[in-house]
């Protein structure tokens, strides 16, 4: 079972809508938790990280969230635009006790197509 | 800074023959990692390294696959002999070893083997 697991697999909305993506992870401790845009053909962007003891973060349109306790994480995006469009990945990093060298549990990631 | 550089972009080879991928950290960053990404299996780490060691190989897949960073500023991963199971983007992303802080990742090579 895959540590990081994330709903939905696909999305598809149209242009200006809001939309929330999801992560539950088992990864435990853990240390930061992150959310990744991957466009067509790229490398994968860094949107937000939070720590274990934060529970939001934004970067312009999106808005992270983290449950530490239900172990939940909540992308949300809002009046999406078309270049949007894009894998969002959910990915945590555990905590092994000092430094991880950032070793990333990556989720198989949400298929987002916006619509104009 | 360009970011994290790799090269090729697009490799094509045949079955049975050894390649080479290349990476450019970020300068000062000390930690290097290199994933390969497919449809089936998302991303996967297969080895990372700090200051130039290699810290973890167990997501190397098999013997076939070798990766070295001779110095800060260069690593490489290979394969060899390549099947065509090893076809998928491999990407290399450095950090500055903290794990709070931000890895950047490569713009991917697409490696195909037929």
């Known amino acids: 079972k895959n540590q990081v697991e994330q709903s939905p697999q696909s999305l598809i909305i149209l242009e200006g809508k809001n939309c929330t993506l999801q992560?539950?992870?088992?990864?435990?401790?853990?240390?930061?938790l992150r959310w990744y845009k991957q466009d067509t053909g790229r490398g994968p962007v860094s949107l937000t990280i939070m720590t274990f003891s934060e529970n939001t973060k934004s970067n312009g349109r999106y808005t992270a969230t983290l449950d530490a306790d239900t172990k939940q994480s909540s992308l949300h995006i809002t009046a999406s635009q078309l270049s949007d469009s894009a894998s969002y990945i959910c990915v945590v990093t555990p905590n092994a006790g000092g430094t991880s060298y950032g070793k990333l549990t990556f989720g198989q990631g949400t298929i987002l197509t916006v619509h104009p | 800074d360009a970011g994290v550089i790799q090269s090729p972009r697009h490799e094509v080879t045949e079955m049975g023959q050894e390649v080479t991928l290349r990476c450019k950290p970020i300068s000062g960053h000390n930690s290097l990692f290199w994933y390969r990404q497919t449809m089936m299996r998302g991303l996967e780490l297969l080895i990372y390294?700090?200051?130039?060691?290699?810290?973890?190989d167990s997501g190397m897949p098999e013997d076939r696959f070798s990766a070295k960073m001779p110095n800060a500023s260069f690593s490489t991963l290979k394969i060899q002999p390549s099947e065509p199971r090893d076809s998928a983007v491999y990407f290399c992303?450095?950090?500055?070893?903290?794990?709070?802080?931000?890895?950047?990742f490569g713009q991917g090579t697409r490696l195909t083997v037929v």
């Open positions: 390294f700090n200051n130039n060691v290699p810290i973890d």
């Open positions: 992560c539950n992870y088992t990864v435990s401790p853990f240390s930061n």
């Open positions: 992303a450095s950090s500055d070893g903290t794990d709070n802080t931000e890895a950047f």
